[in-house]
């Protein structure tokens, strides 16, 4: 049962313009919500995270939008830089049990 | 400061055998956690140490798996009696638990294991 969603396993977006990264998710306890970036051969590191009593917030070039109603959350990127190109991962926790549940993953490939 | 570190970087072992993987959290870092990554997949949560308390081995998919951590820091992964499908990358992460604790997660390199 897979609970948090990635539906598209790869973007690929030009350079400057916006990517959108989408996740959707099933348990509706999730109340925190977490995006990682992944590069080849590294560990996830930690990019962007949103409480569910919120439904926006913005770092730098990131935001993340959450709909609860929809179950449905997503990241932009804007604009996109060939940096970004890396794997991005969702993950939802219930706060006070710790572990993460993550999405399959979201393969963005930014072109120059 | 030094971030999660994981030994070794690639395992190669053949089914049957048993492996170890280590992971060195960050200093001061009081939780502990096992994921693995399947090719294709998400990671999938194995096990989770608080301090003291009894760890959280709901994810874990068999008796065949099982971690410790000593001391509060180094925790080790045993996979005992390896299948092929154990290979995975296997990634290790701290965080330090306190009242303002967002849930962020700081992730080791992995350990791919690949059993033969």
């Known amino acids: 049962d897979q609970q948090v969603k990635q539906n598209s396993p790869s973007l690929s977006v030009q350079e400057g313009r916006i990517s959108i990264l989408n996740c959707d998710y099933t348990?509706?306890?999730?109340?925190?919500f977490l995006w990682y970036k992944k590069y080849p051969a590294e560990g996830p590191t930690f990019l962007i995270s949103?409480?569910?009593?919120?439904d926006k917030n913005e770092d730098g070039r990131f935001t993340v939008f959450l709909n609860k109603s929809a179950k449905h959350l997503s990241l932009h990127i804007v604009p996109s830089q060939p940096g970004d190109s890396a794997v991005y991962f969702c993950a939802a926790s219930v706060r006070g049990a710790q572990k993460l549940v993550f999405g399959q993953g979201t393969r963005l490939t930014i072109n120059p | 400061g030094a971030g999660v570190s994981q030994s070794p970087s690639n395992k190669v072992t053949e089914k049957g055998k048993d492996v170890e993987l280590r992971c060195d959290p960050i200093s001061g870092h009081t939780a502990l956690y096992w994921y693995r990554q399947s090719l294709g997949q998400g990671l999938e949560f194995l096990i989770y140490f608080q301090g003291n308390s009894a760890p959280d081995k709901s994810g874990l998919p068999s008796d065949r798996f099982s971690a410790e951590r000593t001391g509060g820091s180094v925790s080790t992964l045993t996979i005992q009696r390896t299948q092929q499908e154990d290979s995975a990358v296997y990634l290790c992460?701290?965080?330090?638990?306190?009242?303002?604790?967002?849930?962020?997660?700081?992730f080791g390199p992995g350990t791919r294991l690949t059993v033969l």
């Open positions: 348990n509706s306890m999730f109340d925190y």
């Open positions: 992460a701290s965080s330090r638990r306190s009242s303002g604790s967002n849930g962020e997660q700081f």
């Open positions: 949103i409480s569910s009593i919120k």
